[in-house]
């Protein structure tokens, strides 16, 4: 076998060594040659392993030549030893893991590590197989290319931080951090990496000077403390140091007391005389302004999430549903139909049922709707979530949308309709989810700008404590905060959300505001990475949402009344036009100063409100990048 930087000479692991994965009978095969022993996965400290310790050594001649794989590097000239040494390999090291069925139909995988790549393994069962790749994933990143798992470990601190906001529901905030890592510098600074060739062109705003071009000259001030993001900073070629203009925090302005609630009375005045819904502009302000009775919102939230056209009939919307209920028998009976024999050749599958299988049984559990053993309920979510599956193929399931479809399962109580609705939703929010994860960090980029335009404060303490990159708001972001409301008030948040009036990404302004109004215990009791992780975990359920909400839109309005935005800020997030805001006029005018809210229609109208990809912040920065023939981050 030919010597290995990866492997480490194996020794006495102490007591405290964890074991997470083990199975007998793993056959290791080099040169027609194969050994049994025992396959495990453990982690000692911060270093995480798979091992592999031979029972005795045996010449197979019944199985597939080793060279017949053609992927191991090896010295032919070398007479193999007899048997095979214990085998360790650190798991960062791993960079892919190829899965095939082997002679005698059997599971086997091929390990290629940093250096090189390692003997076929063989398992005694499948199932082996996918309980290794689930108890990998515990410390990797896959991404899929047929039946090769490619681990991507550029997100590998992203990765950790997922499983320390707990997903999937089962740490306690002590467990967060006591778990927590603290190596999330090196995170930080892939991260800024990553983004540097967006965030170059932006380099020419500067915090408290209007510019209006990127690039543009602008005032040059030298500090050393704080710093502000990369992205606020301009940096000339010539000078060792940063320039910028240092600003105060942004005052605070009151909150923006909220509306009387959409009731089912003025519902029914939205209605002509075929049932379409008229005057959706205002309909939709409503909702923003004061939320929608909570009895309403079945009659409601099909037409906001897309379900039915704004536009559409009495008679319409009947024809509609029936077409959907038997569009969904169809997707439904296409996985209810493969068999176990397609099944055992079909890893993809198998995979995506296992993780939705997982995350259905503990979404919700201790409301009402879903608790106890064998709930139909829970066996109505995951019978939705692989529907999906087939009804989305490309994406899957991703853990985190059993989250958004528990709420509205919860509130139709139909598997049609929530179903139907949770389409619209994902239709929304699909991009949250891809595996690069390009939206959501492009999101945490533009939240790090709102919170150092805001409060440089605490954006400076952020960074000090290597927290800039917001990886801590990672949940917030993926799943709309329904991690982090109560009840109704889930839903509510949702309805403004879906509803909002103005060109931006509100989700944004929404998390802005929650750290500002958190601000000063994390700065006065000087919180660490963990400290805050621990901190923001446990804001869950604790948060006062019509304050949160009052504050959101007044924070708004404020940076929105600002002279001296951020071109970033400006363009990318406010999706302000080059017209200066001075020429507006000083008084706040919604009507006039956001034209770019969905016209008014005359009688009734033919779509609803898009939130899709055009309107996200993060593609409308690529799509400036790439006019400016500027590379997309990595």
Not at 43 to 52: H, L, Q, S, V
Not at 176 to 182: C, P, T
């Amino acid at each position: 076998m030919t010597e290995n930087n990866d492997t480490e000479e194996l020794e006495e692991l102490p007591e405290v060594t964890k074991r997470f994965y083990e199975e007998y009978d793993v056959e290791l095969f080099y040169a027609d040659k194969g050994t049994s022993g025992t396959f495990a996965v453990l982690e000692r400290g911060e270093c995480a392993y798979i091992e592999w310790t031979p029972f005795d050594s045996y010449d197979v001649n019944n199985h597939m030549s080793f060279d017949e794989w053609g992927v191991i590097a090896h010295d032919s000239t070398k007479e193999p030893s007899v048997g095979m040494p214990p085998l360790r390999i650190p798991i960062s090291t791993i960079d892919s893991i190829k899965q095939e069925i082997g002679a005698r139909g059997r599971a086997c995988i091929i390990i290629s590590t940093s250096s090189q790549r390692l003997p076929v393994i063989y398992f005694p069962k499948l199932d082996s197989v996918y309980r290794l790749i689930q108890c990998l994933k515990r410390f990797l990143c896959f991404i899929r290319d047929r039946d090769t798992l490619v681990v991507d470990h550029s997100r590998a601190g992203l990765h950790k931080v997922m499983k320390e906001l707990e997903l999937d529901g089962t740490a306690t905030s002590n467990q967060v951090y006591k778990k927590i890592a603290v190596d999330f510098q090196d995170v930080y600074d892939t991260t800024l990496s990553g983004l540097s060739k967006v965030t170059n062109f932006l380099r020419g705003s500067v915090v408290g000077k209007p510019v209006s071009r990127p690039g543009a000259q602008t005032s040059k001030t030298a500090v050393t403390n704080p710093t502000p993001p990369e992205h606020l900073c301009h940096r000339p070629a010539e000078q060792d140091f940063e320039l910028y203009d240092l600003r105060k925090p942004l005052d605070r302005a009151a909150p923006v007391a909220r509306d009387e609630m959409f009731t089912r009375a003025l519902w029914e005045t939205h209605f002509d005389s075929e049932g379409r819904v008229c005057r959706v502009k205002e309909l939709q302000d409503r909702i923003f302004g004061g939320g929608c009775q909570a009895d309403l919102r079945q009659e409601v939230w099909p037409f906001l999430l897309n379900v039915y056209p704004w536009n559409s009939t009495l008679e319409e919307r009947a024809a509609i549903m029936e077409q959907k209920k038997k569009e969904y028998e169809v997707l439904r009976n296409q996985w209810k139909s493969i068999t176990p024999a397609q099944m055992k050749r079909f890893s993809l599958y198998r995979d995506r049922e296992a993780l939705v299988e997982k995350d259905v049984l503990r979404t919700d559990r201790v409301l009402e709707f879903y608790k106890g053993q064998d709930n139909p309920h829970v066996a109505d979510l995951y019978e939705m979530l692989m529907t999906y599956c087939q009804y989305n193929f490309d994406l899957g399931y991703v853990q985190g949308m059993s989250d958004l479809l528990s709420p509205l399962y919860l509130l139709f109580k139909d598997k049609l309709m929530a179903f139907w609705a949770f389409v619209g939703y994902m239709d929304m929010v699909e991009a949250h989810f891809f595996l690069d994860q390009q939206k959501i960090q492009g999101k945490l980029a533009d939240l790090s700008s709102l919170v150092y335009y805001c409060d440089s404060e605490l954006y400076n303490h952020l960074e000090k404590e290597d927290s800039s990159n917001f990886f801590f708001c990672f949940r917030w972001l993926l799943i709309n905060f329904k991690r982090e409301f109560r009840g109704d008030d889930v839903l509510e948040l949702w309805e403004v959300i879906w509803t909002c009036p103005y060109n931006t990404d509100y989700t944004l302004f929404i998390a802005t505001a929650i750290l500002l109004q958190e601000r000063t215990p994390i700065i006065e009791k000087k919180m660490c990475f963990a400290d805050i992780l621990r901190y923001i975990n446990d804001l869950s359920q604790h948060i006062d949402l019509h304050e949160v909400l009052g504050n959101t839109e007044s924070l708004f309005h404020n940076i929105r009344s600002q002279p001296d935005i951020p071109f970033n800020i400006r363009t990318n997030i406010l999706r302000i036009a080059e017209t200066p805001l001075s020429s507006l006029g000083s008084q706040h005018n919604p009507e006039r100063d956001f034209a770019e809210r969905t016209p008014e229609p005359a009688d009734h109208v033919t779509m609803s409100r898009d939130l899709d990809e055009s309107r996200d912040p993060a593609s409308l920065l690529v799509e400036n990048v790439s006019n400016m023939s500027l590379e997309p981050p990595q």
